[in-house]
């Protein structure tokens, strides 16, 4: 989806959210835009956020991992102007429905627990719980997900265990973690909890739609019951 990140979401381009709330956040002391789109930093420049480069090319392909991007923006603002933080956080703008208090409480927790990963993630419900999974071979047979798994132990949701999925709502790396160690894979990992709301993520003309509804209904609702 070209430029999805500056299409219109309720009005206001889709990287505009996360801006306003970075902006609102207790422990960002710098919100750097990485893009290769001179359209999409005069947006994001025009919310406030800054673009003191532009990425190459090369590391604006679709399977570009995300630490060379991090490790090419940590080296340019340390060219730049010998700026380096000692934590780095993933804000992605897919995710509309971040807030502040959950990007600070994400640079809490990495600080409190001394990980050097925490990555926000999202209770896994009922029908999309791994225990619950198939696998489909060329003839459509299925087989569990989890072989070694006896599924009558589980017939019901409430007896399935808590599972959790990273949602890429906000990730936040030590520097260390960024430049040398390994964002994928690294053991001292911590997770903190949000809601399935807040989890949106934006990729498919669904997701728009799901998500404009949420904004224009679903919070104008909550907020006008909560007001009450």
């Not at 893009?35 to 990425?55: C, G, H, M, S």
């Not at 009922?126 to 999974?133: E, R």
Request: charged share 25%; hydrophobic share 35%; proline share 5%.
């Amino acid at each position: 989806m070209p430029q999805k990140n500056i299409r219109l979401l309720a009005g206001k381009p889709l990287i505009s959210y996360t801006i306003e709330v970075a902006l609102e956040s207790n422990h960002i002391n710098r919100l750097i835009v990485s893009t290769d789109d001179e359209e999409i930093a005069r947006v994001a420049e025009k919310y406030n956020a800054e673009v003191p480069f532009l990425r190459p090319a090369s590391l604006a392909q679709d399977d570009t991992p995300d630490q060379p991007v991090f490790q090419h923006a940590l080296g340019t603002l340390k060219e730049q102007n010998n700026y380096e933080p000692d934590i780095v956080l993933n804000l992605r703008p897919t995710t509309p429905l971040k807030t502040a208090h959950t990007i600070d409480k994400v640079v809490e927790k990495i600080r409190e627990t001394k990980a050097d990963i925490v990555r926000t993630m999202t209770l896994v419900e009922s029908v999309h719980h791994p225990y619950w999974m198939y696998n489909l071979d060329e003839n459509i047979k299925a087989d569990a997900f989890l072989p070694n798994l006896s599924l009558d132990n589980y017939y019901q949701s409430q007896l399935l265990p808590n599972v959790y999925r990273i949602n890429g709502v906000v990730d936040a790396y030590t520097k260390g973690t960024v430049i040398k160690g390994n964002m994928l894979a690294n053991k001292n990992l911590y997770g903190l909890v949000i809601s399935e709301e807040e989890s949106i993520d934006i990729d498919l003309e669904y997701d728009f739609a799901l998500c404009e509804y949420m904004m224009n209904n679903y919070y104008k609702i909550n907020k006008i019951v909560k007001s009450n």
